[in-house]
């Protein structure tokens, strides 16, 4: 085999690889879902909606305003790119133990719905204030019922 027959063989190996990997890599994520981490052995609210790609492209929230590194840095994203779901870090699903005493920022940090919650309605309130209403009520929602519907 001559040396360029190998290289050249070598190359259209690593392309192939390369092109495999990016079918493979990165995650996907609908334009619009209810947002249900498997995580929870017991729910107590109906599904909350999220129009992911309405934040981003109608109401022009970044990325790292919501993704974050296990520092809490926000991540400079784009689409296609391998993305944790919050639950990964923010991992407790189940009800406080007694008697625990955490800081507020602590609970976020520990469970998944004081993160979720901080993020979502915390964002909503500050936006419906810039917004004109001095109570941080709609458009954006924040209060239990706007997100978790009453089933009927
Ligand atoms: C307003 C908040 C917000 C913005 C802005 C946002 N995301 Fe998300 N994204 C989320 C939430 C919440 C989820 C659901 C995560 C979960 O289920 O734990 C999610 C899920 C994803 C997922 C799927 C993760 C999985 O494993 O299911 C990807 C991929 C993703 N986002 C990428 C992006 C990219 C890229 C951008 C910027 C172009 C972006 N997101 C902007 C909040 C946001
Ligand atoms: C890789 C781990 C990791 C992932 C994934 C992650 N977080 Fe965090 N998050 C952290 C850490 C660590 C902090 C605390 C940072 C600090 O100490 O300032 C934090 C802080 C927060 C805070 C508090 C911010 C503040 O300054 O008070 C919110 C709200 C939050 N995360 C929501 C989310 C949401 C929503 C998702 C999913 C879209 C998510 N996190 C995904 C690790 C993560
Ligand atoms: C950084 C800011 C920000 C964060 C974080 C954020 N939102 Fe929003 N959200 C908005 C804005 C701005 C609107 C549009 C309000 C308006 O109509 O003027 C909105 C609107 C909505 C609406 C109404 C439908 C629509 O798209 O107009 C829903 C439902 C919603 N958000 C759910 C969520 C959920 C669930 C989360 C957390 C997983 C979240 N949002 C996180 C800023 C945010
Ligand atoms: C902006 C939308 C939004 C608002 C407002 C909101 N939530 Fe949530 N909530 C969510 C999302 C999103 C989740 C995460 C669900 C998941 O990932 O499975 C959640 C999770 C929960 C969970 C844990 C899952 C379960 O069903 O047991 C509880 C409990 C909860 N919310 C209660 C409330 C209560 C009580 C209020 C009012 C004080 C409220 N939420 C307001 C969006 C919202």
Do not use: W
Request: charged fraction near 35%.
């Amino acid at each position: 085999m001559s040396k360029k027959f190998v290289t050249l063989m070598l190359s259209v190996a690593i392309a192939l690889l390369f092109a495999a990997t990016c079918i493979y890599a990165g995650t996907e994520v609908a334009d619009t879902f209810k947002m249900e981490t498997k995580e929870y052995a017991k729910r107590t609210k109906s599904l909350a909606e999220f129009t992911h790609k309405d934040h981003i492209e109608k109401h022009k929230i970044a990325c790292g305003d919501c993704h974050h590194d296990d520092k809490g840095k926000p991540l400079d994203l784009k689409m296609g790119d391998n993305v944790q779901k919050c639950v990964e870090c923010h991992k407790e699903t189940g009800k406080a133990p007694e008697g625990e005493k955490l800081g507020k920022k602590e609970k976020i940090v520990k469970y998944h719905e004081k993160a979720i919650h901080a993020n979502c309605i915390d964002c909503h309130k500050e936006s419906n204030k810039k917004a004109g209403d001095p109570k941080g009520k709609g458009p954006a929602p924040t209060s239990c019922n706007d997100c978790h519907p009453k089933q009927q």
